[in-house]
């Protein structure tokens, strides 16, 4: 197995796809959204229960790859907790990190998302991780939205 | 064919022909099992691309001067290679489109507002690539018609007599795909049509993938219209075919308007050209068809080792060619089900015993997309996803599935090599 | 661009590229003046067919594997080069086609049918191509819109306070050519769009003339649709290019259905994609688009060979590469008419100030058909007929015309054979 | 000028281009048909007076090439006072000799007509040649017909 496929399914995402952290229907989300990868027929539903600017509740539900099923579990934990604006801030930076060309940079706050930093070397799968972040984004500008990364 | 004739050609021969497969894929030699998307292209398919550009690229039709008679002389005989190919009545039934999904398209609208009124029917199969059901779609939204689908076995075949039941005065056309292109299904298309005209309804078969897999003839299934995606068939990409039966071609109004499908223009009224111009507005692809041409005579040399050799015409050649690879192919899925089914966990989607060069599946724990990246990984390439059969996904209750799709040069080594990596994918994931 | 700037590059230098025109045609040497009919190919577009095929070829946009993820970004990156070539605002608003006459149709059907009501006026002018005439006429039948010719005068300009008058409430869309392909008439899109937008239409400028001969920026001109026709552009045949601002082609439902263009599909009921793959519907030209980039960096390189090097934006390479073209062409194209007018019988067709790359000439006694025929004889491709332009010719009051079509590999030899050739003809049939 | 170029425009050729005869439109014609060649434009109406199963009267009418001038005004001279059957036997005569592509073969009927055998070598000309025998052909099936050669 090839270096970089190795760094792609990495141990903790291995582990977060068959035991995913916070699956299933939040019981009284204040907010959700769907989103979906047309190309490769991902879905994901991410609700959360915000209170005070405050994630204080977050669940997802849907079928996906590796990727994407380990990028959502993992979000789930990363953001529990955090202020919106501490959210939008690690939304922006995640992407960064997926889809930096140069060397990876640290970034403080993410803990296990750094494994997630070997998609950048498979460009049709960078969608797979940004789709559940792409997701609680709309959940989080409010309304029922539909995104899709086509 | 005897087995002993058959034999006188090996794939090694034909692998030859194709440049690519030289190609090395993160360290391993490339194993192409993505035909179902699109095929690879013989050197003679290449070349003549090559050819054309070099030394004879011109307008054709219009063109008095001598690049222009050698690009119209070719681009003409190419269309009578492919009435060859498909046993069309005659050429002019032979239009050339932009692809499958645009000679679709033109008989949903050409055809289809010509004769699908309110209230009326289409049958798709649960099966159809998304051609075959989002351009019905917006046909019956237009004229408000139903699209309704023909439901399918578990095993990914039609179900033929609930099909039977369906057709009634209300259906107007039939939209059936010849081979499926995610489960590799042979539909009785000559049934079906056959049951469709007895209601007096017209019949598309979507012929895609079946071109480059069997030997076609639109006269002894009596399709009126058949379809071809011809990149998927050796030829270069943005060219398709679309036959129509001379009678439901003549009634029909022209699709799109522009040159060379005119006879006359005027602001007060314009008359349109004979078929197959009439469908040909603008200036076609050139080089594509002129490719075209090359990939069936590329089929017909295939033949043509295997058959009396000089004597015998371009339809004997291809009879003897898909002889061969339907029985190659038919032995390598045979060899590559079996194999695949070994390994636990594997579930083969599309197990009709009439099936054409498709090998899908999932694996319970591993998404199909996964597979894909993992055998990737190993030089493999297979398509992981819905197919463009959304329906058919929702049909099977998976979200997608892992496809290894093959063509005349595929071969057990590669077979076996797709199966092993599918294995260390188990292992990665479990 | 000062002329010291513009003579650092020879004509000479810029034929080398082109292989085809090494070719000899009935003993003499080709000159090929019927570039408006297609283009020839640079060698760097004709490799790049060739490239691909024996590299790279795979389906785009939904594969996983090595070739695929190659083929997708090289497809991705042209449309990148091809909004930088009109600069538009967004890669989305580019939509690859089939052809020019493609995208016409597309705009025709799918804006069209939204937008055109019965008793609504579509306003063409008489010099348009069939292409842009005959599509409307299809439409205005379904609707029940009628389809009005603007005048022009007998220089083969636009009458521009008829069509100023012409424009009213009633007037939904204009569709305007920007280069005349029979005239070479540069038309004054930008003020024709200011007036029809002041009225609430849209307009279509057909730049399938133009694109090969001048810097493009639709945004100055504010085109609402723009459409371009590839294979006059250096690129390869059975592609076409149409842009629309954003907000047009989003409230536009999809032209045809199939693969890609898709969000979700089920049979009750499916959503759209996003540009520009809402109107891609299933396999694109692969090959023609990435020849397509292709086509663009050439055009660039021909800047960079002019400008400060590899410092400099492909924007501005393309900015240098037409001035260099512009100012070529216009030297052939006023020496040629000169020449031309001086012959005897000839008359000119087309004579506006504002003009590129046609030549376009009656000869008294001699039909064009016959000046074509001889021509060719000496090696010389120009076209004759009425050049897809029937009401134009209907105005000028001929049957037809002989035109010489320039392209930037074109020198002043070649019109000089081109005018003792018509010298001969002359004296044949006097 | 090529040895094929003159074979193309034979005197003879040029004389009836300048010269046609039987132009015009006859006073009373009993049969006509209009011919057009939308590739290049060139249309052509052919008038016939018939008889008695013989054709006593024919002139034609329009605009075209060299080759579809003196086609027309040659056949118009080759088929007076001809029988019906006569003439359609010279119609596939005609045809076979401008698409013939072996050794040109004596027309004993031909006269001047012969002559046409050289746009063979020029096949986007045949039409040219065939287009106003077409429009016989069309006028004498009875029919205001209008005729295409695409
Ligand atoms: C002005 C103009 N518009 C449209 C077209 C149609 O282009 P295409 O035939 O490539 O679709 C042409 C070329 O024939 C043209 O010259
Ligand atoms: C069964 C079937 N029909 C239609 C199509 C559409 O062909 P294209 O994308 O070449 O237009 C395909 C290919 O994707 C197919 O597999």
Known sequence: MSVELRELYQEVI???????RNRGKLEEPTNSAEGHNPLCGDNVTVYVHTKEGRVEGISFEGSGCAISTASASMMTEAIK?????????MFREFQKMVTATGEAEEHPDFGD??????????????????????????ALQGAEAKVSTE | MNTATLTKLDVTQVRADFPILETVVNGRPLVYLDNGATSQKPLSVIRSQDDYYRSSNANVHRG??????????????????????????????????????????????????????????????????????VSWQLLAEQVGAT????????????????????????????????????????????????????????????????????????????????????HKMFAPTGIGVLYGKESLLDEMPPYQ?????????????????????????????????????AAVDY??????????????????????????????????????????????????????????????????????????????SQGIAIRAGHHCCMPLMTRLGVPATARASLALYNTR??????????????EMFT
Chains 1, 4 share one sequence.
């Not at chain 1, 907790?81 to 801030?89: H, M, P, R, S, V």
């Not at chain 2, 006879?263 to 490719?291: D, H, M, Q, R, W």
């Not at chain 2, 060619?321 to 032995?331: L, N, Y």
């Open chain 2, 299 to 376: 089929l017909a040399s295939i033949g043509q080792q295997l058959s009396k050799g000089d004597t015998a015409t371009m339809a004997e050649n291809l009879d003897a060619a898909f002889a061969w690879i339907e029985h190659h192919e038919a032995g390598l899925t045979k060899y590559g089900m079996k194999a695949l089914a070994d390994i636990p966990g594997v579930r083969l989607t599309g197990t009709s015993p009439h099936k054409a060069g498709i090998l899908a599946f999932t694996l319970d724990v591993v998404h199909p997309h996964d597979i894909g990246t993992v055998l990737d």
């Open chain 1, 14 to 20: 291995l582990d977060h796809n068959k035991h995913p």
């Open chain 2, 147 to 230: 699209v309704r689908p023909i439901p399918i076995t578990d095993e990914g075949e039609i179900e033929l007599d609930t099909y039977r039941s369906m057709l009634s005065e209300r259906t107007k056309v039939v939209g059936i795909v010849h081979v499926s292109n995610s489960l590799g299904t042979v539909n009785p298309v000559k049934q079906m049509i056959e049951w469709a005209h007895a209601v007096g309804a017209v019949v598309l078969v979507d012929g895609a993938q079946a071109a480059p897999h069997m030997r076609i003839d639109v006269q002894a299934v009596d399709a009126d219209f058949y379809t071809l995606s011809c």
């Open chain 1, 113 to 138: 998302l750094e494994v997630l930093a070997g998609v950048r070397e498979y460009p049709v799968r960078i969608k797979c991780a940004t789709l559940p972040w792409h997701t609680l984004h709309a």
């Open chain 1, 81 to 89: 907790g955090k202020t919106l604006a501490e959210i939008e801030a």
């Open chain 2, 257 to 293: 308007g522009g040159g060379d499908m005119i006879n006359t223009v005027s602001f007060n009224g314009t008359t349109y050209a004979k078929l197959p111009f009439k469908f040909e507005a603008g200036t076609p692809n050139i080089a594509g068809v002129i490719g075209l041409g």
């Open chain 2, 413 to 426: 080594e590669e077979i076996d090599r797709l199966v092993s990596a599918v294995e260390i994918v188990r």
């Open chain 2, 64 to 133: 008095v001067h001598h690049l222009s008679q050698i690009a119209t002389r070719q681009f003409d005989l190419a269309r009578e290679k492919v009435r060859v190919l498909l046993n069309a009545r005659h050429a002019h039934e032979v239009i050339f489109t932009a692809g499958c999904t645009a000679s679709i398209n033109l008989v949903v609208q050409a055809w289809g507002r010509l004769n699908v009124k309110a209230g009326d029917e289409i049958l798709v199969s649960t099966m159809e690539h998304h051609s075959n059901i």
